[in-house]
């Protein structure tokens, strides 16, 4: 079940309470929210960061929930700082990187054979929607455009898509 759903089907009063400063409704609806964001962020976030996105959208949650507008508001707010967390640990991740010489030395003295293989798994680390976008625009070498048909997705998600997945791809054969 989705994030947005899920938070959808959160009792409204439930949330006005926690909204108004009742400490056991927030509580519930921390304890309610924490299985949705944490299978958002294995969608979406690489695998070491699932539990610090899950840990920042509940803090952030529980100091911000009085400043909501509106109860109806609530599952988009949840879905957009989750999605905010997930980025910003990719990002950071990504700045830390070692600098693209080292991975180029480092790929240079293995074996053909040795970068299949690494590039292999590295493809299969990528969480399944990512996965797809790198096979269908690198291996099977269709275009922007035909992607995000075969994906009906639009054409800024596919790029971004793709870029976040190279990320991860570079990330995971940096390491070591």
Same mark, same amino acid.
């Given at each position: ?23 056991? !409704?927030?509580?519930? $609806?921390?304890?309610? %929210?924490?299985? =949705? /964001? *944490?299978?958002?962020?294995? +969608? ?58 080292? !991975?180029?030395?480092? $790929?240079?003295?293995? %074996?053909?054979? =040795? /970068? *299949?293989?690494?590039?292999? +798994? ?55």
């Amino acid at each position: 079940m989705s994030l947005l759903v899920r938070a959808r089907r959160c009792n409204p009063s439930l949330i006005e309470a926690a909204r108004g400063g009742d400490t056991e !409704a927030l509580v519930s $609806l921390i304890a309610a %929210a924490q299985p =949705d /964001i *944490r299978r958002y962020a294995a +969608r979406n976030c690489r695998a070491a960061d699932i539990d610090d996105a899950v840990q920042e959208t509940l803090l952030l949650l529980y100091r911000r929930v009085g400043t909501l507008r509106a109860v109806t508001s609530f599952s988009a707010w949840l879905f957009a700082v989750a999605r905010r967390a997930c980025l910003r640990l990719l990002r950071r991740a990504a700045s830390t990187e070692a600098p693209a010489d080292d !991975a180029e030395a480092r $790929l240079a003295h293995l %074996a053909p054979e =040795d /970068i *299949r293989i690494d590039l292999s +798994r590295a493809i299969q680390s990528l969480p399944d929607h990512y996965r797809e976008v790198i096979l269908l625009r690198d291996i099977e070498e269709l275009s922007i455009h035909e992607i995000a048909g075969v994906l009906g997705l639009t054409r800024e998600s596919v790029k971004a898509r793709i870029h976040r997945a190279r990320i991860m791809i570079r990330e995971y054969l940096v390491r070591d």
